[in-house]
């Protein structure tokens, strides 16, 4: 059964970093690219950046280009997002999602998303 749980999230001052993960299980994760996305209060889901199945690949959100980036170790199931220099803006529920190819795509399905984990930056 697939599951993908993240985990890291929390609050952090303005300019702060935060370390999210996300462990998937009950799939061969190699063969899969991974994709984050946030949901802020009141707004519809965006995608933040995706990494292809063995990583040769990634590509970002403008509003995180340079701040965030994203990496995944195939063996222990798991893929990471960095973020520094948080802002305010980046205040969402992040969720890790796996795609149905090795590339990075339209968004999977909501039953291929994690539960998610709160990010809140303030001061």
């Known amino acids: 059964q697939l599951q993908l749980v993240e985990s890291g999230g929390g609050l952090v001052q303005p300019g702060g970093s935060l370390r999210l993960s996300c462990r998937v299980s009950g799939t061969i994760l190699e063969d899969y690219a991974v994709g984050w996305f946030r949901q802020a209060p009141g707004k519809e889901p965006e995608g933040v950046s995706c990494?292809?199945?063995?990583?040769?690949?990634?590509n970002f959100a403008d509003s995180v280009k340079g701040r965030f980036t994203i990496s995944r170790d195939n063996a222990e199931n798991m893929v990471f997002l960095q973020m520094n220099r948080l802002k305010p803006e980046d205040t969402a529920i992040y969720y890790c999602?796996?795609?149905?190819?090795?590339?990075?795509?339209?968004?999977?399905?909501?039953?291929?998303w994690g539960q998610g984990t709160q990010v809140t930056v303030s001061s």
């Open positions: 999602a796996i795609y149905g190819s090795r590339w990075c795509g339209a968004p999977p399905p909501k039953e291929y």
């Open positions: 990494i292809s199945s063995i990583g040769t690949s990634t």
